[in-house]
């Protein structure tokens, strides 16, 4: 038998395998997945270095299926292959039965790729089209940044070549040069309800990829040797060469004139329709490999190749105080003012030192989020990556890179973190040990106006604190330092641990609030003063101008608590502790539409079902600019006089 002869067997005999898994799901994408039995053959058989026995192994090559929905042909030939799979203590090999429980709620076979529900073959959820080229740069990255002769692959969809993500992610395989870095174009022509667009045509993006700096390599899809070519060609590459791509057109469906004919998107063959798929699928067997019997003697799976990278140990880190100190920057202490960005770029600097494993990326504000303090240290530069304005290729890239062991840092200005919701929920997803700051934070940014203010992100982030991760944890943490000191040690936390943060950084300088003794956890807060009439709950920016307020309270006759809820979630049983302390009165004060600290207490009340009155005060208005912060403040009545009467209000006290 002939290599061709024998991926044309292969393909076949997955995508029988595929029909078989989706009829016996009741649902699935079987024509998708058809398309790309040949490439998927070639690859897995024969261009791979990896261990079927090991498919995490650090040194593999990478295979991510950006077109998530196409997954049963992965797992047809990960079962044919002898791929084990489950939780890291309780590996087993794949059989055709597992096969015949895709997407039924005990199987580790999800519907799209999903490693953390024990697939380790795969690097991060996909399925959410467009992502997955971006998540291949980040493996891309570490993969060079570790020197590792390691190849990634990634299957894309012509349909979903439409999103703009997926030439986010070209521009930046082709900036940092990433020749380790294969995207592969499915172009079967048919999208979910229509054929797809000529501007998503093979010739097209063909010509895209020219344009972009890419030699391409047009392909017959079904084609075992124009495939094994341009396959071979891309893994003898060089650094110094321009980063390679492949085209390949397809059928939707191929070799079932039953699969063909109509749109069978996310349809599975069933009964009669399912046997005469099979039937036809045997008959292209016969007509392609005229005779010759069946084996796999022309496929040998090449083992990983090198050393693993060396697992690295953080050293430790000095207080905020010793890092100014040791930057030249003692005098900003004396002053007693900072912007809580400026210290994350001090705390990410002293990071860097501490932590080989800590990369950072940033959206070409570097020199507002400060992440160029980390860019601008010689010995800290290799581990900055630009990603320009690109978002959701730098969140997706981050996914990748935490799926190599790194720690990325991701920032950009808080509001532009909203263009990357999906992403960063798909990278939650996948296990991924983000950490997105997000600077320039709230309405005190005042004189830029609502474009530049994020406002409804701290709700959207705290959704995602209502719920449990694959670990067991808060999906993400949501924080909001309030000074330098906090920002610092905040950042400081968020390496040290395992998942998804998201933290907020403040424009303005700030006074400090705290020194070297405070210690921040996640979930926690700080009682900065203790009274016994009102709890005042602020975040951020809010707990300076709550502060302006204790004095006149006083004087009002109201004795006030005022905690620092800079984490949500937050000890929810030592908060309530606190309200009744202050006779079960509380005020949250938050710089950003509701949903955020406000709504998180109100849920904690709710659940304890004790007697309490809750009066939230957040943004209620869209703002507009301002001259300055007590000017937007005032507008949107979160100043602190409307602090002072919101808290009269509440104790029934005559308004200031």
């Not at 070639?42 to 498919?55: E, F, G, I, T």
């Not at 001259?627 to 104790?651: S, W």
Request: glycine letters at 8%; hydrophobic letters at 40%.
């Amino acid at each position: 038998m002939s290599f061709e002869a024998a991926v044309h067997s292969k393909a076949i005999h997955l995508d029988k395998l595929s029909l078989d898994m989706t009829a016996a799901a009741g649902s699935g994408h079987p024509s998708s997945a058809m398309s790309l039995g040949h490439l998927v053959t070639v690859l897995m058989y024969h261009a791979m270095r990896w261990d079927p026995k090991n498919p995490s192994d650090p040194r593999s090559d990478r295979l991510v299926l950006s077109e998530g929905h196409a997954v049963p042909i992965i797992y047809a030939a990960f079962a044919d292959l002898g791929g084990v799979f489950g939780k890291p203590d309780n590996l087993r090999p794949v059989t055709i039965d597992d096969l015949k429980l895709l997407r039924a709620a005990a199987c580790e076979l999800d519907g799209h790729p999903n490693p953390m529900e024990g697939f380790p073959f795969f690097d991060a959820a996909t399925g959410s089209l467009g992502q997955g080229l971006s998540v291949s740069a980040g493996l891309g990255l570490a993969a060079k940044t570790d020197r590792l002769d390691r190849r990634i692959y990634c299957l894309i969809g012509d349909g979903e070549s439409r999103e703009g993500q997926v030439w986010e992610a070209i521009d930046f395989i082709a900036d940092h040069r990433l020749t380790n870095v294969c995207p592969i174009f499915n172009c079967n022509g048919a999208g979910q309800s229509d054929k797809v667009s000529p501007q998503q045509s093979a010739e097209t993006l063909r010509k895209k990829l020219e344009a972009a700096g890419f030699e391409v390599a047009l392909i017959d899809g079904h084609d075992p040797e124009a495939i094994r070519r341009s396959l071979d060609s891309f893994g003898q590459r060089d650094e110094d060469a321009r980063p390679m791509a492949i085209v390949a057109r397809t059928v939707k469906g191929w070799g079932s004139s039953t699969m063909t004919a109509g749109n069978w998107h996310g349809k599975p063959a069933a009964g009669d329709a399912l046997n005469k798929a099979k039937a036809e699928l045997d008959e292209k067997r016969v007509e392609l490999v005229k005779g010759l019997g069946v084996g796999d003697s022309f496929f040998k799976i090449k083992p990983p190749t090198g050393s693993a990278p060396e697992s690295s140990e953080a050293g430790d880190t000095p207080t905020f105080t010793e890092a100014m100190r040791r930057y030249d920057m003692a005098t900003i202490v004396q002053k007693g003012t900072w912007a809580t960005r400026k210290a994350y770029g001090v705390a990410l600097r002293t990071l860097g030192h501490a932590n080989p494993d800590v990369v950072v990326l940033d959206a070409d504000v570097k020199n507002s989020t400060f992440a160029e303090t980390f860019a601008k240290d010689g010995e800290l530069a290799s581990r900055y990556f630009e990603c320009r304005i690109a978002e959701q290729n730098m969140f997706s890239a981050a996914a990748g890179l935490s799926a190599a062991g790194k720690i990325p840092f991701c920032s950009t200005f808080a509001k532009f973190v909203t263009r990357a919701y999906d992403q960063i929920e798909m990278a939650i997803n996948s296990g991924a040990n983000l950490k997105i700051v997000g600077s320039h934070a709230g309405i005190s940014l005042a004189a830029d106006g609502p474009s530049q203010m994020s406002l409804p992100d701290v709700a959207w982030f705290r959704s995602l604190a209502t719920m449990k991760d694959h670990r067991g944890n808060p999906g993400c943490y949501v924080l909001q330092p309030a000074d330098a000191y906090a920002a610092y040690a905040l950042t400081m936390v968020m390496a040290e641990y395992e998942g998804a943060c998201y933290m907020r950084t403040l424009r303005n300088d700030t006074e400090f609030l705290y020194d070297d003794a405070t210690v921040f956890n996640l979930g926690g807060f700080e009682v900065l003063t203790q009274g016994r009439d009102l709890l005042i709950a602020a975040s951020g920016y809010m707990v300076h101008e709550a502060n302006k307020c204790l004095d006149a309270l006083d004087k009002a006759g109201i004795d006030a608590t005022l905690v620092d809820l800079y984490s949500i979630p937050f000890d929810t049983e030592k908060l309530l502790d606190l309200a009744n302390a202050n006779n079960g009165m509380i005020l949250t004060i938050e710089d950003n539409y509701g949903g955020g600290i406000g709504s998180a207490v109100a849920d904690a009340l709710t659940e304890d079902g004790g007697s309490f009155t809750l009066s939230q005060m957040f943004v209620r208005r869209i703002p507009k600019s301002a001259r300055t912060a007590d000017e937007v403040l005032k507008m949107c009545g979160l100043h602190a006089t409307d602090i002072i009467q919101a808290a009269c209000r509440m104790l029934q006290v005559a308004e200031l």
